[in-house]
């Protein structure tokens, strides 16, 4: 499983995402973002993004992206 922040200083996140999902396709990836919500409005997915998560949660939601990941595998 891999976690990525989508915008942050220094990088984004995005290309990161399918980078790794080009070289590991199984693996899951969760994209923590505070758009989460305005991406899901307006239906937008990432390449290399399986789940996304909302900024800011809490650990009880972060375990129920977690659950879901494993669903997933």
Avoid: C, H, W
Wanted: proline share 5%; glycine share 6%; aromatic share 4%.
């Amino acid at each position: 499983m891999i976690r990525l922040q989508n915008l942050s200083q220094e990088m984004n996140g995005t290309p990161v995402a399918m980078a790794i999902k080009q070289m590991t396709p199984d693996n899951p990836g969760i994209l923590v973002t505070g758009f989460a919500d305005v991406m899901e409005t307006t239906g937008e997915e990432l390449a290399g993004v399986d789940l996304t998560i909302s900024k800011p949660f809490t650990q009880e939601r972060f375990r129920e992206v977690l659950v879901e990941v494993i669903q997933v595998i």
